[in-house]
């Protein structure tokens, strides 16, 4: 095999490469090297001309644009379920532990919020689930203690699962009795975050292990 | 020939090395380097063997110059995107 022929091979392995990946970033990163290799391989089969104007528009210009692209600072809807102390609406705007965590992660990764009220704690899970949010907050339980953002109470009432703040509001609306809870378990309220930003879930961790969500809380819950 | 050979050896090293690899900064460093390095030694083997023109030297100046500075863009990008973990 000649020279010319394995650089061929190197493009079209790396052309599959290319379109296979499935981080943007990653598939900019092999584009590049798929032009440099054709640079090379242009020059090997003596087209000087073909290979300036690939090194110039294939590996500058197009890895430039793409570049600039990415950097534009991507959007994050996020759905909420009005809940004291986790996510607040004011007529001024937002306030609560939920939204202070969102709020940093969004200021950390550069992204720009936008808001989606729910009022079923079903639809809001089935609008994360669907993709149509990325971030949902309010009544969100978990059982890992790394996830969690404040403890709770998760009742059991019938089949089904209610946290101590959700609990204390339907008592107050008159939709359930206290004498209805059958069994309860400790665990944390957390935020919701979508498959696409699987990022959320190492802010989080970062941020109970650095003791910012402590410090959130103290602001809120004495 | 020799500076081909090394050349091509290179750009293949870096290639594999950058598609097997998962975390994104070790890829960008096998791409970063072994492209530049060996598409430079490719191109000045083959003038060298005067087996093509000085015209291409032109094609090589502007991806040394170019090419580590959009590296370093798509670290920056990366990390303003992702963060610094």
Redesign the interface.
């Known amino acids: 095999m000649n020279v010319g022929n394995l650089l061929l091979w190197m493009m079209f392995f790396l052309s599959i490469t290319t379109v296979m990946q499935k981080n943007l970033f990653h598939a900019v990163l092999m584009r590049m090297a798929l032009s440099a290799i054709a640079v090379g391989a242009y020059a090997v089969y003596l087209a000087p001309d073909v290979a300036i104007t690939e090194a110039m528009l294939g590996a500058i210009l197009t890895t430039f644009v793409y570049i600039l692209i990415l950097k534009i600072p991507g959007r994050i809807r996020v759905g909420y379920i009005p809940l004291r102390f986790l996510f607040e609406e004011y007529p001024w705007g937002f306030d609560g532990i939920q939204y202070e965590i969102v709020r940093d992660f969004a200021r950390r990764y550069g992204y720009r919020l936008e808001y989606e009220k729910f009022d079923d704690e079903r639809d809001l899970i089935e609008a994360l689930k669907s993709g149509y949010i990325d971030l949902a907050c309010g009544p969100i339980l978990t059982f890992e203690e790394d996830l969690g953002v404040l403890e709770t109470r998760i009742y059991r009432i019938g089949d089904r699962n209610v946290d101590f703040l959700s609990l204390q509001r339907k008592i107050s609306d008159g939709i359930l009795n206290g004498e209805d809870v059958e069994d309860f378990k400790e665990g944390w309220y957390t935020v919701g975050f979508s498959r696409s930003h699987p990022e959320f879930k190492e802010f989080l961790k970062m941020m109970r292990s650095n003791g910012a969500i402590d410090r959130i809380k103290e602001k809120y819950v004495r | 020939m020799i500076s ?2 090394i ?2 050896s290179i ?2 090293v ?2 594999i090395r ?2 097997f690899e998962r975390r ?1 900064q070790v ?2 460093h096998f ?1 970063g380097l ?3 390095v ?2 430079t030694l ?2 000045i083997g ?1 003038i060298w063997e005067k ?3 000085l ?2 030297l ?3 100046v ?2 040394v110059i ?2 580590p500075y ?2 370093h ?2 670290m920056k ?2 990390l ?4 610094k ?1």
């Open positions: 081909i050979i050349g091509v750009m293949t870096g290639m950058a598609t994104f890829k960008l791409v072994s492209d530049v060996g598409t490719v191109i083959l087996m093509a023109d015209e291409l032109l094609a090589l502007f991806l170019w090419s959009l590296t863009m798509l990008a990366y303003s995107k992702v963060g973990r």
